[in-house]
């Protein structure tokens, strides 16, 4: 009989057990003993009891579900472990989530006021939340506000402004001992935001600062197909980083490990272990400020350290012994009687460290060089794009700290010298000559030693260097181009040597395929057909042009390569391919029409996206482009239907005004062509502006500007559309397929600033932030537009016809050579 009984209270614990172990989720009335635990819905996170290492003592902690290796992210009672397995955790009386052993209470998620109602829940994404039945989606408690030495995907690094809040990682005492260690990693400077990884008090590795795109992270190489992108969000209340990784299957973490080193991590399921993408501290300037104040680290092949320019190591005995601790001093004292300049330094420095610093949002280029020389311990500036609110300023006082050499990420620092400290510009040349000379003999002299693989990816990277189609003097020869090289192996491999299946399209250059990289990342590859009219000058325009492009509204290129006879351009890959196949109908032979999915609140918001995009290349962008191909066809669309600028081939840079320049070939495609360029071959930003105004049109009205045909009359989309605006009745223009419901005057609205684009005198058409503004406010008055350029249609093909074009081709980018 007791036999019986003892057999059926097992047979009840064991149901009771399996019962826990299924769920994610701890209620009022249940408890979790040792051996126990919670697993998230989808089997991702597990909350248990463990033992880290070699240690004795007892944990509650977090780690992955259904991995070979047990990777702890989060615990508990860090600072209070148990000494054996008697330890339980469950909801205490007070509505807090509680762990208690025979003595007493070891640790509790410690809120006031939790109510008698509460419980907690493993969730997916790691987090561990305490909320009310009540009021679930409030949560009263959870772990991703305290976060210990791992940062996941979806947690905040930052702070609350209002609460002085603050999420930052911390790493353990030791792989045996998760209490907190000596290294933190923490956001600082809430209005010029940099990551500082600190031992104790003392500055141990420098991140940024954030410079309104993105980190200034000096000299870190860029790795194969970036895994994580950082980004910043702030508001009056806070000011956060988060981490996304690139696709949501890739399972991600970043840990700063026991000596204060921050490493990323993703996991390789076939292999079963975490790979190391990038280990912050592993180039030569593993320090903060390691070569001392003013001087700059990483910067030279023969020497760790350089002084800036105008400065001078100030023990120079202890420097020569590769001693840099006390870095370098002006060559000249300061002397506030004098007259100073500035000398620009591109690409060369990150930005200082924020010691004795101001910012200011509002300040252009002019105002802060204004400001730096009227206060006499200014010793450098630089200009800043603050997201959202135009250009900013940064001031630096004092010496300048922490200077790593930062040969990729386009930053301008403006250091303060006596005009006769700075070069008239072709010393430093000469200089950089020499370097280049020199490296290039010792290439040369150990090419034999070398493995071939390498050479010819150097060799590649150095062809891409060219770039002789430039205008702009920013991308002079010296421009070294940081874009991760794939090889031409790997590609095949993931494209099973180019299959037919893997194809997603064919653009005017060549197949584009679909492919995953190994790391889960899915990837669209512009493969140029050989006999392409891209030659290798377009190829370099466009892959060096995109690689220094961010912004959300264009796509983002990722890599490319270039081995034999191949030129292939790597992409992030779009489900929702391009924006024809939506608007448009029988024209496309990919996809069938999904004009129904847009309706006008969608076609307004791709509108927008494709004009900040635009306003992006020719205004706010480091380089100034005029795409001078935009068309349906070269906007790609994401999972929300987002617009994304695509194709770059046939893009110029140009510096600043002026902005017209005259070309031999015309580039473009029928129908978008500004008059002015198609006849005249001048182009400027203002025949993109055209191209847009097209664009615009023919996603408010579904119908193509070439090919458009009206049964009562020649005129073109353009003619069309302005005669309807006169006479009032410009709505018979929308898309059947929008739908009905849309505001009037929204659209209304749009059609004319779309007229005002297409406008024949290139004058007259607005810039794209004047054509933005007007698209966004209700408020501006629209001027009335003048008539169209290419009014009628048969303007249109009189003129092409005339150039012997093939009529037949719809919407292939076209080369004419300008008649002379
Ligand atoms: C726990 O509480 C729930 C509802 O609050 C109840 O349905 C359940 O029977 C309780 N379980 C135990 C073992 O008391
Ligand atoms: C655990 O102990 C073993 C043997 O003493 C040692 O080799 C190992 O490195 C230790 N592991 C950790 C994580 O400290
Ligand atoms: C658990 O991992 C194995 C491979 O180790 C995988 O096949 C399986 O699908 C995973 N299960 C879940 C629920 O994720
Ligand atoms: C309960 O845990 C505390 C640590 O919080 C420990 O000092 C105490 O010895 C534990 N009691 C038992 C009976 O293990
Ligand atoms: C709980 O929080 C209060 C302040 O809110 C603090 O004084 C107290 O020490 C905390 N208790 C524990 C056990 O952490
Ligand atoms: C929970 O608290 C509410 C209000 O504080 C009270 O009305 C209710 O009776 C409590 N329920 C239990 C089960 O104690
Ligand atoms: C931290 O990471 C760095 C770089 O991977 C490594 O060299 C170092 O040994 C790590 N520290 C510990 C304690 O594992
Ligand atoms: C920023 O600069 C503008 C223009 O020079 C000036 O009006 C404003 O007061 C400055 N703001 C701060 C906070 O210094
Ligand atoms: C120069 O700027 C510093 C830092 O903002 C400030 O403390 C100092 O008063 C300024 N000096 C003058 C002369 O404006």
Known sequence: ????????????????????????????????????????????????????????????????????????????????????????????????????????????SNVSNAGNDTSVQMLDTGNLVLSSSSNSQNYLWQSYDHIGNTFL??????????????????????????????????????EFPQLIIRKGDEKHYRIGPWNGVRFIYGGIPLTTGKIFSPTMYSDENEVYIVLKTSSES?????????????????????????????????DVCKKYNLCGNNAVCGSTASSTCRCLKGFTPKV???????????????????????????????????????????????????????????????????????????????????????????????????????????????????????????????????????????????????????????????????????LPMYDLFTIKAITANFASSQKIGEGGFGPVYKAQLETGQEIAIKRLSKNSRQGLNE????????????????VRLLGCCIQDEERMLIYEYLPNGSLDSYIFGQHSHLHARHGSLLDWKKRYDIILGIARGLLYLHRDSRLRIIHRDLKASNVLLDNELNPKISDFGMARTFNGEPVEDKTRRVVGTYGY???????????????DVFSFGVLLLEIVSGKRNRGFCHPEHELSL?????????????????DPMTGKEYAKSEVSRCIQVGL?????????????????????????????????????????????????????????????????
């Open 1 to 108: 009989m007791k036999g019986f009984r003892f057999l059926l209270l097992c047979a009840v614990a064991y149901l009771l057990l399996s019962s826990v172990a299924a769920v994610d989720t701890l209620r009022h009335n249940q408890t979790l003993t040792d051996g126990e635990t919670l697993v998230s819905s989808g089997n991702i996170f597990t909350l248990g009891f463990f033992t880290p290492g070699n240690s004795t003592y007892r944990y509650v902690g977090i780690w992955y579900a259904n991995m070979s290796v047990q990777t702890v992210i989060w615990v508990a009672n860090n600072q209070n472990p148990m000494n054996d397995r008697s330890g339980v955790l469950k909801i205490a009386e007070d509505g807090n989530l509680v762990i208690v052993n025979s003595t007493g209470v070891v640790w509790t």
């Open 756 to 820: 005002l684009c297409v406008q024949r005198h290139p004058k007259d058409r607005p810039t794209m932030s004047a054509a933005l503004s007007m698209l966004d406010s209700e408020n501006i008055i629209l001027p009335h537009p003048k008539e169209p350029g290419f009014y009628t249609e048969r303007s249109l093909q009189e003129f092409f016809s005339a150039n012997d074009a093939p009529s037949t081709c719809n919407e292939m980018t076209v080369t004419l050579l300008e008649p002379r």
């Open 539 to 554: 190829f370099k325009n466009e892959a060096s042009l995109i690689a220094k492009l961010q912004h959300r509204n264009l």
């Open 673 to 687: 062509m500004s008059p002015e360029y198609a006849i005249d071959g001048f182009f400027s930003i203002k025949s």
């Open 250 to 282: 890739i399972t991600a973490r970043t840990f700063l490990n026991e000596t204060g080193v921050l490493q990323q991590y993703y996991w390789n399921q076939q292999a079963g272990q975490w790979i190391d993408v990038l280990s912050m501290q592993q």
């Open 316 to 482: 120079p005995q202890k420097w020569q012994m590769q001693d840099w601790s006390d870095g370098c001093v002006r060559q000249t004292v300061i002397d506030c009687e004098k007259e100073y300049a500035f000398m620009k330094l591109t690409n060369e420095v990150n930005l200082p460290d924020l010691l004795q610093y101001s910012v200011n949002n509002s300040m252009n280029l002019q105002d802060c060089q204004a400001m730096c020389l009227s206060n006499c311990s200014c010793s450098a500036f630089s200009s800043l794009q603050m997201i959202g609110q135009g250009s900013g300023c940064a001031l630096w006082f004092g010496d300048l700290v922490d200077l790593r050499a930062d040969t990729d990420d386009g930053v301008v620092l403006y250091l303060k010298l006596l005009p006769s400290e700075i070069d008239s510009g072709g010393g430093s040349n000469k200089k950089r000559r020499l370097v280049i000379a020199v490296t290039t003999s010792v290439v040369l002299a150990i090419l034999v030693l070398v493995p071939l693989g390498w050479y010819s990816r150097r060799t590649a990277r150095r062809d891409l260097r060219g770039g002789n189609m430039f205008t702009s003097q920013e991308l002079g020869h010296e421009e070294e181009l940081e």
């Open 718 to 734: 353009l003619g069309h559309a302005w005669n309807l605006l006169n006479e009032g009745k410009e709505l018979e223009l929308v």
């Open 153 to 190: 995907p979806g947690m905040k690094q930052g702070f609350n402004l209002k609460t002085g809040q603050q999420w930052y990682i911390q790493s353990w005492e030791s792989l045996n001992d998760p209490s907190p260690g000596d290294y933190t990693d923490k956001l600082e400077n809430p």
